[in-house]
């Protein structure tokens, strides 16, 4: 089973077609990630979150490399990854300047990667939100690659098993970033817990005019959120 991510050529612009750019909010009605008994949330240990700040990301995709490093994945193998920077055409970019859109597992949490694996492989961690996949439970079946909306799983054969992006959980116990956020030099991925209101990630998306996530209508109750430079 092969990632769908037909790419249209538009002249000389090459436009993701598959997952819709993001939907934008206005600061009265736009979706509230610290209200976790409006959306039905739940309550977390540690509420991780990813900012992609889109306008600050220039396509360089060092986060790619550095990913592709961290866990082993073939570099030369675009089926295989557990995260991307697609070409978005004109979202959240002014006339003439290109825009980019990183993407990678929301860490949903109404998940439906795990509602659906018949064996429990994929689960998501009560303490902090992260959803997981255990290789020795995964059976390979990939239904759960069919249902995530946003296409963020891949089959690794060498582990037989299903894989997908953790936000580095085994370097956030040692204190570390995820290898993407670490690599960005120009700061386009932020990291951090929004139950910390004096995190980072609280306080861009306290500031920021407008935020967004990807497919809000699949009601996955995203972790990553897209927006433009606060500063």
């Not at 979202?91 to 860490?107: F, H, I, K, R, T």
């Not at 018949?118 to 690659?145: F, H, N, Q, W």
């Not at 963020?152 to 582990?159: F, H, L, P």
């Not at 098993?161 to 040692?174: A, G």
Request: charged share 25%; with cysteine.
């Amino acid at each position: 089973m092969k990632r769908r991510f037909f790419l249209k050529g538009m002249g000389s612009i090459t436009v993701f077609s598959v997952l819709p750019l993001p939907m934008i909010f206005k600061n009265e009605d736009q979706y509230d990630p610290f209200n976790t008994l409006k959306h039905g949330k739940p309550e977390k240990v540690h509420n991780y979150a990813m900012i992609i700040i889109q306008d600050k990301c220039i396509g360089c995709k060092a986060c790619e490399v550095a990913c592709k490093t961290e866990w082993n994945i073939p570099k030369d193998d675009p089926e295989q990854y557990r995260t991307k920077v697609l070409y978005g055409a004109e979202a959240q970019c002014q006339e003439g300047q290109m825009s980019w859109l990183p993407v990678l597992c929301n860490q949903c949490d109404n998940a439906p990667c795990v509602k659906v694996c018949p064996t429990k492989a994929s689960y998501k961690r009560k303490e902090d939100g992260i959803v997981l996949v255990d290789p020795a439970k995964c059976m390979g079946c990939k239904t759960c690659m069919v249902a995530c909306p946003y296409e963020a799983r891949y089959y690794k054969e060498e582990i037989h098993s299903v894989d997908k992006c953790t936000f580095c959980q085994p370097r956030l116990e040692k204190g570390l970033k995820p290898a993407c956020v670490e690599s960005c030099y120009k700061g386009a991925r932020v990291f951090g817990d929004l139950n910390d209101p004096a995190s980072e990630v609280s306080r861009i998306l306290r500031e920021a005019v407008a935020y967004h996530t990807l497919k809000p209508e699949e009601g996955t109750l995203c972790n990553v959120y897209y927006t433009q430079d606060v500063n």
